[in-house]
């Protein structure tokens, strides 16, 4: 199984700080990407990440893969409380018939 | 608003009864899929349909039954459901040749009775 598992499963940090939160996967992959859910809505994407590359960032996201370890990184930096929502690691393959495999997700609380 | 439009937002419904979702999409995308969420597990994907046709149907019990009449459109019907499919259906559609990015709608509530 591609299953990503995020860590940790919540996490409550105050305005201004960091979030960490990490996926690990079990196979090989071509792509790893982050969405994120705000309460009842729809995913939507945040950034996706080659199986070549190591490092990657989109505003105040940074994201960084070890296929060595199969472990990915996503750091939100001086987050907001409009931060809050869970977040989703997916592990895929490109192709036609590609699918992405989604782990439960961990759950941001930003306090203000 | 992410050009995946899903109706409706909310759904009861009872055992006995049919319904059916509707997805459509204004992204010109060629796939498109139903994911199943349930509290405290992953995304479940139920259905792919890749240039309309359908290529996954990962052991979904029969009482669930996907429609993809064209590349806009995706339907799943749905009759004689029990307590434990109530969920969020999500509905995302992605460019086969594209980043790998998914799409999604904002998902339809259900909840069986």
């Known amino acids: 199984s591609q299953q990503g598992e995020e860590d940790p499963q919540a996490l409550s940090i105050q305005e201004g700080e960091n979030a960490t939160m990490n996926c690990s996967y079990k196979?090989?992959?071509?792509?790893l990407q982050w969405y994120r859910q705000n309460s009842g809505r729809g995913l939507v994407h945040l950034i996706l990440?080659?199986?070549?590359?190591r490092e990657k960032h989109s505003g105040r996201l940074r994201v960084t893969l070890d296929t060595s370890k199969k472990s990915s990184s996503l750091l939100i930096t001086a987050s907001r409380a409009a931060d809050t929502a869970s977040y989703f690691c997916?592990?895929?393959?490109?192709?036609?018939?590609?699918?992405?495999?989604f782990g439960k997700g961990i759950t941001l609380s930003v306090r203000p | 608003e992410t050009g995946v439009t899903q109706t409706p937002r909310h759904l009861v419904m009872g055992m006995t009864n049919k319904k059916s979702l509707k997805c459509e999409q204004h992204?010109?995308?060629?796939?498109m899929y139903w994911y199943k969420q349930s509290a405290k597990k992953p995304l479940e994907l139920m259905f792919v349909?890749?240039?309309?046709?359908?290529?996954e149907n990962n052991s979904v019990p029969s009482r669930f039954s996907p429609e993809c009449p064209n590349s806009s459109h995706l339907f799943l019907h749905l009759h004689t459901l029990q307590p434990e499919d109530s969920a969020l259906y999500l509905c995302?559609?992605?460019?086969?040749?594209?980043?790998?990015?998914?799409?999604f709608g904002e998902g339809s509530r259900l909840t069986v009775l």
């Open positions: 997916a592990t895929g393959a490109t192709g036609a018939n590609s699918k992405l495999t």
């Open positions: 992204l010109g995308h060629n796939a």
């Open positions: 349909y890749s240039l309309e046709e359908r290529v």
């Open positions: 196979t090989s992959i071509n792509n």
């Open positions: 995302a559609t992605r460019q086969v040749s594209g980043t790998g990015e998914l799409f």
């Open positions: 990440i080659r199986s070549n590359e």
